[in-house]
Protein backbone atom coordinates (compact mmCIF):
# COMPACT_ATOMS: atom_id res chain seq x y z
CA UNK A 1 0.00 0.00 0.00
CA UNK A 2 1.49 3.36 -1.13
CA UNK A 3 0.99 5.58 1.68
CA UNK A 4 2.20 2.58 4.45
CA UNK A 5 5.61 2.91 2.50
CA UNK A 6 7.12 5.22 4.98
CA UNK A 7 10.88 5.72 5.52
CA UNK A 8 11.68 4.66 8.61
CA UNK A 9 13.13 7.06 11.20
CA UNK A 10 15.96 5.42 11.34
CA UNK A 11 16.96 5.87 7.26
CA UNK A 12 16.02 9.13 7.53
CA UNK A 13 17.79 10.11 10.46
CA UNK A 14 19.94 7.42 11.83
CA UNK A 15 22.64 8.64 10.13
CA UNK A 16 25.92 10.35 12.11
CA UNK A 17 23.68 10.56 15.09
CA UNK A 18 25.16 10.28 18.55
CA UNK A 19 23.22 8.83 21.43
CA UNK A 20 20.09 10.84 23.10
CA UNK A 21 18.76 10.01 25.83
CA UNK A 22 14.83 11.20 25.63
CA UNK A 23 13.98 13.98 28.12
CA UNK A 24 11.90 14.07 31.05
CA UNK A 25 8.74 16.16 30.30
CA UNK A 26 9.13 19.10 33.06
CA UNK A 27 6.02 19.43 34.43
CA UNK A 28 4.12 22.88 34.53
CA UNK A 29 2.02 22.33 38.50
CA UNK A 30 -0.68 24.16 38.15
CA UNK A 31 -2.92 23.15 40.82
CA UNK A 32 -4.99 26.12 41.39
CA UNK A 33 -7.65 26.97 44.35
CA UNK A 34 -9.59 29.97 43.54
CA UNK A 35 -10.52 32.56 41.41
CA UNK A 36 -7.95 34.77 42.21
CA UNK A 37 -5.24 32.38 41.25
CA UNK A 38 -3.40 33.40 38.06
CA UNK A 39 -4.62 31.33 35.00
CA UNK A 40 -1.48 29.06 33.46
CA UNK A 41 -0.59 30.81 30.10
CA UNK A 42 -0.34 28.73 27.24
CA UNK A 43 0.90 30.37 24.35
CA UNK A 44 0.67 29.02 20.47
CA UNK A 45 2.63 30.24 18.10
CA UNK A 46 5.49 29.07 15.45
CA UNK A 47 8.61 28.16 16.63
CA UNK A 48 11.55 25.74 15.65
CA UNK A 49 12.26 22.24 17.77
CA UNK A 50 15.19 19.55 18.07
CA UNK A 51 13.34 17.34 17.09
CA UNK A 52 16.24 15.45 15.60
CA UNK A 53 19.74 14.77 17.24
CA UNK A 54 22.72 16.98 16.80
CA UNK A 55 23.99 17.11 14.38
CA UNK A 56 21.04 18.08 12.06
CA UNK A 57 19.26 21.87 12.62
CA UNK A 58 15.75 22.26 14.10
CA UNK A 59 12.37 22.21 12.45
CA UNK A 60 10.22 25.11 12.42
CA UNK A 61 6.87 23.74 14.34
CA UNK A 62 3.72 25.30 15.55
CA UNK A 63 4.70 24.51 19.67
CA UNK A 64 2.58 26.06 22.65
CA UNK A 65 5.18 27.76 25.00
CA UNK A 66 7.86 27.34 22.34
CA UNK A 67 8.25 23.58 23.07
CA UNK A 68 7.50 20.25 21.69
CA UNK A 69 4.92 18.54 23.23
CA UNK A 70 3.68 21.45 25.25
CA UNK A 71 4.23 21.69 28.67
CA UNK A 72 2.73 18.98 30.77
CA UNK A 73 0.08 20.28 32.88
CA UNK A 74 -0.31 18.37 36.32
CA UNK A 75 -2.79 18.46 38.42
CA UNK A 76 -4.50 16.66 40.98
CA UNK A 77 -7.90 15.23 41.12
CA UNK A 78 -10.35 18.26 42.22
CA UNK A 79 -8.54 20.68 41.34
CA UNK A 80 -9.70 23.71 39.07
CA UNK A 81 -7.98 24.34 35.97
CA UNK A 82 -7.75 27.66 34.44
CA UNK A 83 -5.70 28.11 31.69
CA UNK A 84 -5.46 30.92 29.07
CA UNK A 85 -5.03 29.89 25.91
CA UNK A 86 -2.93 32.90 23.83
CA UNK A 87 -2.97 32.46 20.16
CA UNK A 88 -0.10 33.92 18.81
CA UNK A 89 -0.02 31.83 15.23
CA UNK A 90 -1.67 33.74 12.30
CA UNK A 91 -5.11 32.01 11.68
CA UNK A 92 -7.69 31.21 14.13
CA UNK A 93 -7.10 27.91 16.97
CA UNK A 94 -9.34 26.51 20.19
CA UNK A 95 -7.93 24.00 22.78
CA UNK A 96 -9.71 20.69 23.27
CA UNK A 97 -8.91 19.29 26.75
CA UNK A 98 -8.89 15.58 24.80
CA UNK A 99 -10.55 12.99 27.41
CA UNK A 100 -12.01 15.81 30.37
CA UNK A 101 -15.62 15.62 30.60
CA UNK A 102 -15.31 19.42 31.04
CA UNK A 103 -18.93 21.77 30.63
CA UNK A 104 -19.79 21.95 27.14
CA UNK A 105 -18.64 25.75 27.01
CA UNK A 106 -14.93 24.67 27.83
CA UNK A 107 -14.63 21.70 25.07
CA UNK A 108 -12.77 24.09 22.77
CA UNK A 109 -14.36 23.09 19.30
CA UNK A 110 -14.77 25.28 16.54
CA UNK A 111 -18.43 26.60 15.36
CA UNK A 112 -19.57 24.14 17.74
CA UNK A 113 -18.89 25.55 21.65
CA UNK A 114 -17.22 28.49 20.79
CA UNK A 115 -16.14 30.69 17.96
CA UNK A 116 -11.88 29.99 17.03
CA UNK A 117 -9.73 32.08 19.17
CA UNK A 118 -8.91 34.88 16.53
CA UNK A 119 -4.92 35.27 15.61
CA UNK A 120 -3.85 37.55 18.26
CA UNK A 121 -6.56 37.06 20.77
CA UNK A 122 -7.00 34.75 24.26
CA UNK A 123 -9.85 32.79 25.77
CA UNK A 124 -9.85 31.58 29.15
CA UNK A 125 -10.61 27.72 29.84
CA UNK A 126 -11.72 26.76 33.51
CA UNK A 127 -12.78 23.30 34.44
CA UNK A 128 -12.49 21.09 37.59
CA UNK A 129 -10.80 18.17 37.36
CA UNK A 130 -13.18 15.33 38.02
CA UNK A 131 -11.30 12.37 36.87
CA UNK A 132 -8.01 11.52 37.76
CA UNK A 133 -5.77 10.36 34.50
CA UNK A 134 -3.66 10.57 31.49
CA UNK A 135 -5.10 13.50 29.40
CA UNK A 136 -3.78 15.48 26.13
CA UNK A 137 -4.73 18.95 25.11
CA UNK A 138 -5.10 20.14 21.35
CA UNK A 139 -6.60 22.63 18.94
CA UNK A 140 -9.75 21.52 17.66
CA UNK A 141 -9.43 23.96 15.08
CA UNK A 142 -7.90 22.76 11.52
CA UNK A 143 -7.00 19.57 13.75
CA UNK A 144 -4.45 18.01 10.60
CA UNK A 145 -2.53 20.56 10.28
CA UNK A 146 -2.33 22.59 13.48
CA UNK A 147 -1.71 19.24 15.66
CA UNK A 148 0.41 18.11 12.82
CA UNK A 149 2.81 21.06 12.99
CA UNK A 150 3.00 20.20 16.62
CA UNK A 151 0.30 21.56 18.77
CA UNK A 152 0.03 19.32 21.41
CA UNK A 153 0.78 18.61 24.89
CA UNK A 154 -0.01 16.28 28.14
CA UNK A 155 -2.43 16.98 30.92
CA UNK A 156 -2.18 14.55 33.68
CA UNK A 157 -4.54 14.34 36.77
CA UNK A 158 -3.31 13.13 39.71
CA UNK A 159 -4.61 10.30 41.61
CA UNK A 160 -4.93 11.83 45.30
CA UNK A 161 -4.17 8.18 46.38
CA UNK A 162 -2.08 7.01 43.82
CA UNK A 163 -0.47 4.08 43.23
CA UNK A 164 3.32 3.11 44.36
CA UNK A 165 6.09 3.41 41.73
CA UNK A 166 9.75 4.52 41.86
CA UNK A 167 9.09 6.26 38.37
CA UNK A 168 6.05 8.11 36.81
CA UNK A 169 6.67 8.95 33.20
CA UNK A 170 4.86 10.26 30.60
CA UNK A 171 5.72 9.45 26.68
CA UNK A 172 4.42 11.38 23.82
CA UNK A 173 4.22 9.74 21.25
CA UNK A 174 3.97 11.72 17.65
CA UNK A 175 4.42 11.08 14.29
CA UNK A 176 6.22 13.72 11.65
CA UNK A 177 5.95 13.66 7.80
CA UNK A 178 8.86 15.33 7.12
CA UNK A 179 11.33 15.92 4.24
CA UNK A 180 15.45 15.07 4.08
CA UNK A 181 15.96 18.61 4.91
CA UNK A 182 14.04 17.81 8.15
CA UNK A 183 11.31 19.84 7.86
CA UNK A 184 7.56 19.45 7.82
CA UNK A 185 5.84 18.47 4.46
CA UNK A 186 3.04 21.11 3.53
CA UNK A 187 1.08 18.64 1.98
CA UNK A 188 -1.37 18.92 4.30
CA UNK A 189 -5.12 18.12 3.44
CA UNK A 190 -4.33 15.75 0.55
CA UNK A 191 -6.95 13.55 -0.89
CA UNK A 192 -4.35 10.42 -1.23
CA UNK A 193 -4.07 10.81 3.03
CA UNK A 194 -7.88 11.15 3.91
CA UNK A 195 -9.16 8.26 1.70
CA UNK A 196 -6.27 5.73 2.74
CA UNK A 197 -5.08 5.49 6.57
CA UNK A 198 -4.68 9.71 7.48
CA UNK A 199 -1.42 11.35 7.47
CA UNK A 200 1.08 8.70 8.44
CA UNK A 201 4.18 10.34 8.72
CA UNK A 202 8.17 8.85 8.34
CA UNK A 203 9.51 9.98 11.76
CA UNK A 204 8.31 8.85 14.91
CA UNK A 205 9.11 11.21 18.43
CA UNK A 206 8.67 10.64 22.33
CA UNK A 207 8.14 13.76 24.16
CA UNK A 208 9.22 15.82 21.45
CA UNK A 209 12.58 14.34 20.10
CA UNK A 210 13.54 10.83 17.74
CA UNK A 211 13.94 8.39 20.69
CA UNK A 212 17.70 6.29 21.10
CA UNK A 213 17.28 4.76 24.94
CA UNK A 214 16.39 5.55 27.89
CA UNK A 215 18.24 4.72 31.40
CA UNK A 216 16.70 2.45 33.88
CA UNK A 217 17.50 0.27 36.99
CA UNK A 218 17.20 -3.00 37.75
CA UNK A 219 14.25 -3.70 40.19
CA UNK A 220 12.89 -0.38 39.52
CA UNK A 221 9.10 0.20 39.14
CA UNK A 222 7.84 2.39 36.08
CA UNK A 223 3.90 3.76 35.84
CA UNK A 224 4.41 4.77 32.01
CA UNK A 225 1.86 6.73 30.35
CA UNK A 226 1.56 6.54 26.92
CA UNK A 227 -0.29 9.13 24.72
CA UNK A 228 -0.34 8.78 21.04
CA UNK A 229 -0.44 12.01 19.63
CA UNK A 230 0.26 11.52 16.22
CA UNK A 231 -2.63 12.54 13.17
CA UNK A 232 -3.05 8.79 12.06
CA UNK A 233 -0.20 6.57 12.94
CA UNK A 234 -1.73 3.46 14.95
CA UNK A 235 1.65 2.00 17.67
CA UNK A 236 1.65 -1.81 18.45
CA UNK A 237 4.31 -1.76 20.88
CA UNK A 238 6.27 -4.96 21.86
CA UNK A 239 7.96 -4.43 25.01
CA UNK A 240 9.54 -7.77 24.46
CA UNK A 241 11.05 -9.26 27.27
CA UNK A 242 9.10 -7.15 29.80
CA UNK A 243 6.00 -7.85 31.32
CA UNK A 244 3.60 -4.34 31.08
CA UNK A 245 0.41 -4.74 33.10
CA UNK A 246 -2.33 -2.33 32.01
CA UNK A 247 -3.52 -0.19 34.56
CA UNK A 248 -5.75 2.39 32.70
CA UNK A 249 -7.10 2.84 29.22
CA UNK A 250 -8.01 6.62 27.93
CA UNK A 251 -7.40 7.85 31.76
CA UNK A 252 -10.06 5.35 33.02
CA UNK A 253 -8.52 2.57 35.37
CA UNK A 254 -9.23 -0.66 34.31
CA UNK A 255 -8.62 -4.27 35.79
CA UNK A 256 -4.95 -4.80 35.74
CA UNK A 257 -4.54 -7.09 32.93
CA UNK A 258 -1.56 -8.43 30.07
CA UNK A 259 -1.85 -6.84 27.25
CA UNK A 260 -3.81 -8.99 25.14
CA UNK A 261 -0.99 -10.86 22.77
CA UNK A 262 2.18 -8.91 24.27
CA UNK A 263 1.01 -5.79 21.96
CA UNK A 264 -0.32 -2.47 23.29
CA UNK A 265 -2.16 -1.22 20.89
CA UNK A 266 -2.68 2.86 20.96
CA UNK A 267 -4.35 4.56 17.93
CA UNK A 268 -4.36 8.03 17.69
CA UNK A 269 -5.71 10.05 20.83
CA UNK A 270 -5.61 6.94 23.17
CA UNK A 271 -3.64 6.56 26.08
CA UNK A 272 -2.58 3.31 28.19
CA UNK A 273 -1.45 3.58 31.36
CA UNK A 274 1.37 0.70 32.07
CA UNK A 275 3.23 -0.75 34.81
CA UNK A 276 6.38 -2.01 33.90
CA UNK A 277 8.98 -3.57 36.53
CA UNK A 278 12.31 -3.65 34.97
CA UNK A 279 13.38 -7.35 35.24
CA UNK A 280 16.43 -7.24 33.65
CA UNK A 281 20.14 -7.45 35.43
CA UNK A 282 22.40 -4.26 35.81
CA UNK A 283 23.58 -3.41 32.27
CA UNK A 284 21.27 -5.34 30.27
CA UNK A 285 19.19 -3.67 27.19
CA UNK A 286 15.92 -4.17 26.10
CA UNK A 287 14.19 -2.24 23.53
CA UNK A 288 10.47 -1.65 22.29
CA UNK A 289 9.42 -2.04 19.05
CA UNK A 290 6.42 -0.98 17.12
CA UNK A 291 4.93 -3.52 14.59
CA UNK A 292 1.72 -2.40 13.77
CA UNK A 293 2.49 -1.60 9.83
CA UNK A 294 3.29 -4.88 8.35
CA UNK A 295 6.92 -5.08 6.74
CA UNK A 296 7.86 -1.48 8.60
CA UNK A 297 8.33 -2.81 12.15
CA UNK A 298 11.17 -0.34 13.96
CA UNK A 299 12.60 -0.31 17.01
CA UNK A 300 11.02 2.47 18.81
CA UNK A 301 13.25 3.19 21.64
CA UNK A 302 16.11 0.85 23.90
CA UNK A 303 16.02 0.66 27.55
CA UNK A 304 19.31 -0.07 28.83
CA UNK A 305 19.71 -1.06 32.27
CA UNK A 306 22.23 0.77 34.65
CA UNK A 307 25.46 -0.37 35.97
CA UNK A 308 23.99 -0.22 40.00
CA UNK A 309 20.85 -2.30 40.80
CA UNK A 310 17.52 -0.46 42.68
CA UNK A 311 15.95 -3.67 44.11
CA UNK A 312 16.34 -7.38 44.39
CA UNK A 313 13.24 -8.67 44.48
CA UNK A 314 9.98 -7.23 42.18
CA UNK A 315 7.89 -5.53 44.46
CA UNK A 316 4.46 -6.44 45.28
CA UNK A 317 2.67 -2.88 45.58
CA UNK A 318 -0.73 -3.24 44.37
CA UNK A 319 -1.62 -1.90 41.09
CA UNK A 320 -5.45 -1.08 40.74
CA UNK A 321 -6.06 2.81 40.82
CA UNK A 322 -8.98 4.28 42.31
CA UNK A 323 -12.53 4.30 40.07
CA UNK A 324 -13.21 7.45 38.64
CA UNK A 325 -16.55 9.26 39.32
CA UNK A 326 -18.55 7.83 36.14
CA UNK A 327 -22.11 6.58 36.12
CA UNK A 328 -22.61 3.45 34.89
CA UNK A 329 -25.11 2.80 32.24
CA UNK A 330 -28.13 1.20 33.24
CA UNK A 331 -28.14 -1.84 30.24
CA UNK A 332 -31.99 -2.95 30.66
CA UNK A 333 -32.64 0.85 30.28
CA UNK A 334 -30.19 1.80 27.64
CA UNK A 335 -31.76 2.93 24.37
CA UNK A 336 -29.97 1.35 20.94
CA UNK A 337 -28.58 2.97 18.53
CA UNK A 338 -26.68 1.71 15.65
CA UNK A 339 -23.99 3.93 14.00
CA UNK A 340 -22.60 2.95 10.69
CA UNK A 341 -18.96 3.81 9.18
CA UNK A 342 -18.70 4.10 4.99
CA UNK A 343 -16.14 5.53 3.10
CA UNK A 344 -12.79 5.56 1.76
CA UNK A 345 -10.90 3.32 -0.60
CA UNK A 346 -11.67 -0.31 -1.02
CA UNK A 347 -14.97 0.07 1.12
CA UNK A 348 -18.53 -0.04 0.57
CA UNK A 349 -18.60 3.54 -1.00
CA UNK A 350 -16.71 2.08 -4.11
CA UNK A 351 -19.24 -0.45 -5.13
CA UNK A 352 -22.77 -0.60 -5.44
CA UNK A 353 -25.54 1.10 -5.41
CA UNK A 354 -25.40 5.04 -4.91
CA UNK A 355 -21.77 4.48 -6.39
CA UNK A 356 -22.25 7.86 -8.29
CA UNK A 357 -23.71 9.95 -5.90
CA UNK A 358 -20.88 8.63 -3.99
CA UNK A 359 -18.45 9.42 -6.05
CA UNK A 360 -19.67 13.05 -6.60
CA UNK A 361 -19.67 13.43 -2.69
CA UNK A 362 -15.95 12.41 -2.78
CA UNK A 363 -14.96 15.47 -5.52
CA UNK A 364 -16.45 17.49 -2.62
CA UNK A 365 -14.03 15.73 -0.10
CA UNK A 366 -16.56 13.94 1.26
CA UNK A 367 -14.77 10.65 1.61
CA UNK A 368 -16.20 9.15 4.72
CA UNK A 369 -19.69 8.58 5.98
CA UNK A 370 -21.56 8.38 9.99
CA UNK A 371 -24.95 6.80 8.87
CA UNK A 372 -25.00 8.46 5.55
CA UNK A 373 -23.85 11.61 5.97
CA UNK A 374 -20.12 13.12 5.95
CA UNK A 375 -19.94 16.07 7.80
CA UNK A 376 -17.12 18.10 6.48
CA UNK A 377 -17.98 21.97 7.06
CA UNK A 378 -19.39 23.02 10.75
CA UNK A 379 -22.30 20.58 11.55
CA UNK A 380 -25.74 22.10 11.61
CA UNK A 381 -27.97 18.68 12.96
CA UNK A 382 -27.48 16.47 15.30
CA UNK A 383 -26.70 13.26 14.52
CA UNK A 384 -28.57 12.01 17.80
CA UNK A 385 -30.84 13.65 20.25
CA UNK A 386 -30.25 12.02 23.92
CA UNK A 387 -31.82 13.03 27.03
CA UNK A 388 -30.04 14.02 29.86
CA UNK A 389 -28.84 11.11 32.49
CA UNK A 390 -30.23 8.53 29.99
CA UNK A 391 -28.42 5.58 29.31
CA UNK A 392 -27.26 4.43 25.75
CA UNK A 393 -25.82 1.90 23.82
CA UNK A 394 -24.37 2.72 20.65
CA UNK A 395 -23.97 -0.34 18.17
CA UNK A 396 -20.84 0.51 15.94
CA UNK A 397 -20.05 -0.82 12.62
CA UNK A 398 -17.31 -0.13 10.83
CA UNK A 399 -18.02 -1.05 7.32
CA UNK A 400 -14.60 0.10 5.71
CA UNK A 401 -11.27 -1.32 5.10
CA UNK A 402 -9.52 0.86 7.36
CA UNK A 403 -8.85 1.35 10.91
CA UNK A 404 -10.64 4.02 13.02
CA UNK A 405 -10.51 5.39 16.59
CA UNK A 406 -13.70 6.79 17.53
CA UNK A 407 -13.77 9.29 19.79
CA UNK A 408 -16.81 10.75 22.15
CA UNK A 409 -16.37 14.35 23.44
CA UNK A 410 -17.79 15.23 27.26
CA UNK A 411 -17.85 11.46 28.63
CA UNK A 412 -16.13 8.46 28.69
CA UNK A 413 -17.99 5.33 28.03
CA UNK A 414 -17.73 1.21 28.48
CA UNK A 415 -16.73 -0.53 25.42
CA UNK A 416 -18.96 -3.26 25.68
CA UNK A 417 -18.51 -5.68 23.43
CA UNK A 418 -16.54 -6.30 19.91
CA UNK A 419 -18.17 -8.51 17.43
CA UNK A 420 -20.79 -9.71 19.95
CA UNK A 421 -17.74 -11.10 22.54
CA UNK A 422 -18.43 -9.28 25.80
CA UNK A 423 -14.91 -7.29 26.69
CA UNK A 424 -13.08 -8.26 29.62
CA UNK A 425 -11.96 -5.84 31.86
CA UNK A 426 -14.46 -3.10 32.30
CA UNK A 427 -13.11 -0.85 30.28
CA UNK A 428 -13.80 2.78 30.16
CA UNK A 429 -12.84 4.84 27.17
CA UNK A 430 -12.98 7.73 25.43
CA UNK A 431 -11.55 6.92 22.25
CA UNK A 432 -12.03 3.70 20.83
CA UNK A 433 -10.28 1.23 18.51
CA UNK A 434 -12.42 -0.23 15.44
CA UNK A 435 -10.66 -2.74 13.41
CA UNK A 436 -11.65 -2.66 9.25
CA UNK A 437 -15.08 -4.58 9.79
CA UNK A 438 -15.43 -4.84 13.24
CA UNK A 439 -18.50 -3.92 15.35
CA UNK A 440 -18.03 -2.49 18.83
CA UNK A 441 -20.95 -1.56 21.02
CA UNK A 442 -20.42 1.29 23.83
CA UNK A 443 -22.58 2.40 26.72
CA UNK A 444 -22.70 5.17 28.84
CA UNK A 445 -25.31 7.66 30.43
CA UNK A 446 -25.64 10.96 28.78
CA UNK A 447 -24.90 12.85 31.73
CA UNK A 448 -23.06 16.07 30.31
CA UNK A 449 -25.26 18.35 28.83
CA UNK A 450 -24.24 20.23 25.18
CA UNK A 451 -23.84 19.50 21.69
CA UNK A 452 -20.83 16.89 21.81
CA UNK A 453 -18.93 16.01 18.83
CA UNK A 454 -18.65 12.31 17.83
CA UNK A 455 -15.83 11.98 15.34
CA UNK A 456 -12.76 9.85 13.92
CA UNK A 457 -9.15 11.07 15.59
CA UNK A 458 -7.65 10.17 12.26
CA UNK A 459 -7.14 14.23 11.49
CA UNK A 460 -7.70 13.55 7.86
CA UNK A 461 -11.10 11.57 8.06
CA UNK A 462 -12.22 13.69 10.64
CA UNK A 463 -11.77 16.46 8.30
CA UNK A 464 -13.16 14.17 5.31
CA UNK A 465 -16.61 13.87 7.16
CA UNK A 466 -16.30 11.01 9.58
CA UNK A 467 -17.54 13.42 12.48
CA UNK A 468 -20.79 14.05 13.43
CA UNK A 469 -22.55 15.99 16.83
CA UNK A 470 -24.50 14.09 19.37
CA UNK A 471 -26.75 16.43 21.53
CA UNK A 472 -27.49 15.86 25.19
CA UNK A 473 -30.62 17.59 25.75
CA UNK A 474 -30.72 18.80 29.22
CA UNK A 475 -34.08 18.66 31.25
CA UNK A 476 -37.12 20.52 29.71
CA UNK A 477 -35.46 20.46 26.44
CA UNK A 478 -37.61 18.70 23.83
CA UNK A 479 -37.01 18.55 20.01
CU1 LIG B 1 -8.89 14.83 20.59
CU2 LIG B 1 -12.46 15.86 18.99
O1 LIG B 1 -10.68 15.42 19.77
CU1 LIG C 1 -11.03 7.08 10.60
Not at 239 to 256: C, H, K, N, R, Y
Amino acid sequence: MMLNRNISRRQVLRTGAAFTAISALSPARIAMAGPTDEPFVLRAASGQAALRPAPYGPTDVWSYNGSIPGPEIRVRQGDRIRVLAQNGLDEGTTVHWHGIRTPNAMDGVPFLTQDPISAGSDFLYEFDALDAGTFWYHPHHRSSEQVGRGLSGPLIVEETDPIRVDRDMTWMLDDWRMSPDGQIVDDFGSQADAMHGGRIGNSVTINGQIPERISVRAGERIRLRLINAANARIFALNFGTFAPVIVALDGQPVAPHAPEGDIVLIGPAMRVDLVIDMTGKPGDAAFVTDIFYQGLEYRLVDLVYAPDRLRDTVPDWPMDLQPNPLADPDMASAERHQIVFNGGMMGQMMMGNGMRSMMDQMREGNIWFINGKAATGPIKEPLLVLPQGTSHVFEMDNRTAWHHPIHFHGHSFRVISRNGQPTRYREWQDTVMMAPEERVEIAFVADNPGDWMFHCHILEHQAAGMMGVVRVASGSTKI
